[in-house]
């Protein structure tokens, strides 16, 4: 799968971006997707993660209650609902998926496939 993540740019803080992630193929429904990010000079980091269904999320502590991930498998598509931003969310987001996972997990290691990042921003 070709994962192709889009939305990001330069917000102030308490601000809010949408970032979305449009998969090839015709197989997204098999995939567990999900969120990392990765700041400068700071090794990358789970941000979120959904279920094939949609029916389950994972959260990292530092954005629970802030960011919503959700899915549409219609549209072959998952989102990152970004509020209430912080300067310390800057970082590029890099869309994950994954088919062979049991469960979502918080591992980067165990995503098979990356997209190609999209630059977020938060000004103070």
């Known amino acids: 799968v070709q994962l192709q993540a889009s939305g990001g740019g330069l917000v102030q803080a308490g601000g809010s971006l949408r970032l979305s992630c449009a998969a090839s193929g015709r197989t997204f429904s098999r995939y567990h997707m999900g969120w990392f990010r990765q700041a400068p000079g700071k090794e990358r980091e789970f941000v979120a993660t959904?279920?094939?269904?949609?029916?389950?999320?994972l959260y990292a502590d530092s954005v629970k209650g802030r960011f919503t991930i959700s899915r549409d498998n219609a549209k072959n598509t998952v989102y990152l609902q970004m509020n209430s931003l912080k300067p310390e969310d800057t970082a590029v987001y890099y869309c994950?998926?994954?088919?062979?996972?049991?469960?979502?997990?918080?591992?980067?290691?165990?995503?098979?496939?990356w997209g190609q990042g999209t630059q977020v921003t938060v000004s103070s």
């Open positions: 994950v998926a994954d088919m062979t996972l049991s469960s979502a997990s918080t591992s980067a290691a165990l995503y098979d496939y």
């Open positions: 959904i279920s094939r269904s949609g029916g389950s999320t």
